[in-house]
């Protein structure tokens, strides 16, 4: 039987959805917000993804 992956699962495909949105949003950001909240905004989206996954991962040890 098949257990399938952590892509399988919704919440890690929304978590991508977010991740790829926030990047977008923050590219739009005044230049001056760009480097530090930009940058920021889009390593705490990103994070979402890899940790839903290290948690998938950890289950099935």
């Not at 890690?12 to 959805?17: E, P």
Request: some cysteine; hydrophobic content about 35%; charged content about 30%.
């Amino acid at each position: 039987m098949r257990k399938g992956t952590y892509k399988d699962l919704e919440i890690c495909q929304l978590a991508h959805t977010l991740a790829v949105e926030c990047h977008q949003v923050s590219l739009r950001l005044p230049k001056f917000e760009m480097y530090e909240e930009g940058s920021q905004l889009r390593r705490s989206s990103k994070s979402i993804s890899s940790l839903i996954v290290e948690g998938f991962i950890h289950r099935f040890r």
